[in-house]
């Protein structure tokens, strides 16, 4: 079963710029991971939202251990507000099939 995350990134007000293009960087290789079917980036007043979608638990563990996640999570911890805040969700789908859900 397709695995959601929704992940909050806030980083220091005078380090916006430098979080928001580490993940930028980081997201070809993290698309390329075996089970990654969505990693999106999406940036808001002082805040980016990373919304992804795996296809199974084990594809959602591996990104975690891997290198990529780990080097970047790495990479930006210091120029983060506060840490990063990770939700892993299930569908709850409602109304229309084609805009209530993730598909």
């Not at 806030?10 to 969505?38: Q, Y």
Request: proline residues 8%.
């Amino acid at each position: 079963m397709p695995i959601t995350v929704v992940a909050t990134i806030t980083p220091k007000p005078d380090r916006f710029d430098a979080v928001r293009d580490s993940f930028a960087e980081a997201i070809p290789a993290v698309h390329e991971e075996d089970g990654c079917e969505l990693y999106a980036l999406h940036a808001g007043k002082g805040v980016l939202v990373m919304v992804e979608r795996w296809r199974d638990g084990a594809a959602l563990e591996a990104h975690g251990a891997g290198t990529t996640f780990n080097q970047l999570s790495e990479g930006v911890k210091d120029d983060l507000a506060e840490p990063l805040v990770v939700h892993i969700l299930e569908p709850v789908p409602a109304g229309d099939p084609a805009k209530g859900a993730l598909s």
